[in-house]
């Protein structure tokens, strides 16, 4: 059986050869179809995050497959899950291999039949959509909503929600080439063009931004916002770090929302259920990018490069 494993901090994983997994009392033997690759997988990799699992160690945090041997009643063979939690790629091994022996608790059956890829992944960029906009945001039909990042997993996620919600939606990318990526039905603007900005801030006729960016930009997305509106931010790929002239920002009168998802995972996994029908149904859509295992450090090396299209698996 193959396992892509990290043998040193820092270094690139090594898929090798490792035996079987035995399933132990209250776990469950899973066959893994495709093992997300996430940004918390290279935090993790990298050695200084809070938590982490003895090396050498399999990663993956995230992912999907069948039961092979779990529960008759709960959990028979060939039922389709998502793992997650347990410790999976942090405390323990992970997902990134074709079979894996897992904590009753960090496996979830699939309401509805997804493609395992989407399986793996969806569940950051999906519950993460919807808590911003409904939870956070309470968007009502009728918004004006822009979302920074549209072109990019969550970002794209939180168009078709808003879209769904019966707001009118702007998508605004990084650069020309994600326009296309933008999800139908969301008015797509180049946020690299500084006249396609300079619109957006003349017209302020949004009430929504939700944002996915972060960085020292993010005051001045937010006057895209109408006075009284607000700005949901999200993550912060484009940068930590924030100065807030507080004079100009009471003058602006746009509310920054923040959004903690690990606070949140409770909520997120009781609205997951009904997102996972809506993929399934494809009132949803969520891009993949496919690596095979052998190909885990590529996989790795592209999202840390920010060239990874929606979101990436690896496929034992």
Not at 241 to 250: G, M, Y
Request: glycine share 12%; net charge negative; aromatic share 4%.
């Amino acid at each position: 059986m193959r396992a892509a494993r990290f043998h040193q901090w820092g270094a690139a994983p090594v898929v090798e050869d490792v035996p079987e997994p035995v399933r132990a009392e209250g776990e469950v033997l899973v066959e893994v179809r495709a093992g997300a690759v996430g940004h918390l997988d290279a935090t993790i990799a990298g050695g200084e995050f809070a938590m982490r699992p003895n090396l050498p160690y399999t990663g993956g945090v995230e992912g999907a497959g069948v039961v092979l041997d779990g529960s008759p009643d709960d959990l028979p063979e060939g039922t389709q899950v998502m793992l997650r939690g347990g410790g999976l790629g942090l405390l323990r091994d992970g997902c990134w291999t074709e079979r894996v022996s897992v904590p009753a608790k960090a496996v979830t059956r699939l309401p509805a039949p997804l493609p395992p890829d989407v399986a793996a992944t969806f569940f950051v960029p999906a519950t993460t959509g919807y808590v911003a906009l409904h939870d956070v945001a309470r968007v009502q039909a009728g918004e004006e909503v822009i979302v920074a990042g549209a072109a990019g997993a969550v970002g794209s996620m939180v168009a078709q929600l808003a879209l769904a919600a019966g707001a009118t939606v702007t998508g605004v990318v990084g650069w020309p080439e994600q326009l296309a990526r933008v999800p139908k039905g969301v008015e797509p603007v180049d946020g690299s063009s500084p006249d396609a900005v300079a619109e957006l801030a003349e017209r302020r006729s949004a009430t929504l931004l939700v944002d996915t960016l972060g960085g020292a930009d993010l005051v001045n997305r937010s006057r895209w916002v109408r006075q009284g509106g607000r700005a949901v931010v999200i993550g912060y790929v484009a940068g930590p770090r924030l100065t807030v002239d507080l004079p100009s920002w009471l003058l602006d009168d746009v509310a920054l929302l923040p959004l903690n998802m690990i606070r949140r995972e409770r909520r997120a996994r009781e609205v997951s259920a009904d997102l996972v029908r809506r993929l399934s149904a494809g009132e949803l859509h969520l891009d993949v990018q496919r690596f095979d295992l052998a190909d885990a450090a590529r996989a790795l090396d592209d999202l840390r490069a920010g060239q990874i299209r929606g979101r990436a698996v690896l496929t034992p």
